[in-house]
């Protein structure tokens, strides 16, 4: 365990050194800057509505609305960051001889996989934290509105990038850093547009596509908490406004339950012991 | 004491290729031997297996007794590759901390500042991996390699980077390491490198070990060289034992003898004989 925790610190000190947070912090700074400045925008526009049958709680649909969108795009950004920090972290680090300095220590791979996972996820999950949290506040801030559940969504988004940074560690297994990243964001592209087909489904009413949908987010836990966090937004409203929330930007939210959680979990462990397992079988 | 690395018909197949087939290869604590072989000999394969980098496909391999790979063979090994890179964001004191701490050595500062100084970057110890030439990223790879004191130190190619002078350091270094009853295993293209610090070479040749023992003993007598007054007489077939009788009967033959040589073969020419490429 020793041994992981000097990996972890080394990642993470490579990730400061490097300049990474940096970059990173500058970046969501200038994200959330523009994410302030829309959401005050859009809370004043909304303000002089007023909807003649009461139906419509424009404060909650525009609240949860940009909340969401701020969570489609802190997951993103985390899944840039997961994988950038972890693409390489085998096959990519090998190939530029820079893993088997490391992997001849007694450490023992099973330690170095461990240590790398561990420095990705405190960054990342930090970060994701940090991001939803602001997000949240300049939303309250702007709108007075707040989730029904503010916890659930958050933590829904730093297992998700737990587990996209695992995923990226297990591609890094196998595939070169290029390939690895492609292959990353191929499978995010897939749980978004499986989040959209998603919505047009439970839309349209067409079954297939929903079930589709269904498998491919439990195949791809990061979607489905991503989606179990929109829904817990805005979980407690009702009528006509709770219907269009439902639908929600970039994958319509969708109830995930305790066995979301429990398989998000099982599902890292799995990746992981893939992972250690390929990496056992290497060679170097 | 069992030996620092042994291996007995020890194999190893890429796919289709064979790499190693079957090498048998001791080396001795406080024993020096070099690897030599052309390009895809096995000699990387066979280092790699020892440090645990590569696994055998069969046969054995020990390092101080533990099997090769696992984490107390680990722990008595010390290894620079041939194709290394270490993080250029660290600096020298900063990277050999590093694999202290991997390493479990609790050498601190004061190991630290040692191992810089034996290979000669004791006032590099501040600058950055990026800032350093090829040939001080190397000296460092040796340092790297010798944290914890490890009984059996590997290394590909240490001094292909280096210049005459690190060289020399490289040199005085496995010397000491002898002294102190480090093992080495030494890969190299540098033949006369080779000839001049190893106790004994094994030459490797499509995974097999073609040609092994002394430097002496690997070179073979190639005759005898005596200058006179008339110039440089030469007799190819002629032994140590028959230079007294030669010079007796140059001598009465009214010939001033200057200086009498006795010939070998260079490594490089056993070398090339093994190889099959004379």
């Known amino acids: 365990m020793s041994g992981a925790l000097v990996i972890a610190r080394y990642a993470l000190r490579e990730a400061v050194r490097r300049r990474v947070l940096v970059v990173v912090v500058v970046l969501t700074l200038a994200f959330l800057a523009l994410y302030a400045l829309g959401t005050n925008a859009a809370f004043d526009q909304v303000e002089g509505y007023a909807d003649p049958a009461q139906q419509l709680d424009e404060r909650v649909l525009t609240g949860s609305t940009l909340l969401g969108l701020s969570m489609f795009t802190t997951l993103f950004l985390g899944a840039v960051l997961a994988s950038f920090l972890t693409l390489g972290a085998v096959r990519g680090d090998a190939e530029r001889g820079l893993l088997q300095p490391l992997v001849v220590r007694p450490v023992g791979r099973t330690s170095l996989l461990l240590g790398r996972f561990c420095g990705a996820a405190a960054v990342c999950s930090s970060y994701v934290a940090a991001v939803y949290l602001a997000a949240l506040l300049i939303t309250g801030a702007a709108g007075d509105w707040w989730p029904d559940r503010i916890v659930a969504p958050g933590l829904g988004l730093v297992v998700g990038v737990l587990v996209i940074a695992a995923l990226s560690l297990l591609g890094s297994v196998f595939l070169s850093a290029t390939a690895n990243g492609i292959a990353i964001f191929m499978l995010f592209g897939a749980g978004l547009a499986a989040g959209l087909l998603g919505q047009i489904g439970d839309a349209l009413s067409v079954d297939t596509l929903e079930t589709v949908a269904s498998v491919c987010s439990w195949l791809l836990p990061f979607e489905a908490l991503y989606q179990a966090g929109l829904d817990a937004l805005t979980e407690d409203v009702g009528g006509v406004t709770g219907v269009i929330v439902q639908l929600g930007p970039f994958g319509g939210a969708q109830e995930g339950g305790p066995l979301l959680w429990l398989w998000a979990i099982t599902y890292l462990g799995l990746v992981g012991l893939a992972a250690r397992a390929g990496f056992a079988r290497r060679d170097l | ?278």
């Not at chain 2, 690395?5 to 001791?26: E, P």
């Not at chain 2, 094994?202 to 070179?219: D, F, S």
């Open chain 2, 1 to 278: 004491m069992p030996p620092a690395f042994a291996c007995r018909q020890l194999s190893k197949r890429y796919g289709g290729t064979q790499a190693l087939a079957g090498v048998d290869l001791s080396v001795e604590p406080g024993e020096l031997v070099g690897l030599l072989g052309p390009n895809g000999a096995g000699k990387s394969t066979l280092t790699k297996i020892a440090c645990g980098l590569v696994r055998q496909s069969g046969g054995e391999a020990e390092v101080a007794g533990a099997r090769a790979g696992s984490a107390p063979a680990r722990a008595e090994v010390g290894y620079l590759a041939e194709l290394f890179r270490f993080p250029d964001w660290l600096n020298a004191d900063e990277l050999i901390e590093l694999h202290q701490a991997l390493a479990g050595s609790a050498g601190g500062a004061a190991e630290r500042a040692e191992l810089l100084e034996l290979v000669g970057l004791a006032d590099a110890r501040g600058v950055k991996v990026a800032a350093m030439s090829k040939g001080m990223q190397q000296r460092l790879g040796i340092a790297q390699a010798l944290v914890g004191a490890p009984r059996l130190l590997l290394l590909d190619e240490p001094t292909s980077a280096l210049d005459p002078v690190g060289r020399r350091i490289v040199r005085d270094l496995l010397s000491e390491l002898r002294g102190r009853g480090v093992a080495v295993l030494l890969n190299s293209h540098l033949l006369s490198e080779v000839e001049l610090v190893c106790d004994r070479v094994a030459i490797l040749l499509a995974g097999r070990i073609v040609a092994g023992g002394t430097p002496a003993e690997l070179a073979r007598p190639r005759g005898v060289e005596i200058q006179t007054g008339r110039g440089v007489r030469a007799f190819p077939e002629a032994g140590r034992e028959e230079v007294p009788r030669i010079v007796a009967e140059l001598v009465e033959a009214g010939e001033d003898v200057y200086e009498v040589r006795l010939l070998t073969s260079t490594l490089e020419e056993a070398y090339l004989e093994a190889v099959g490429a004379a």
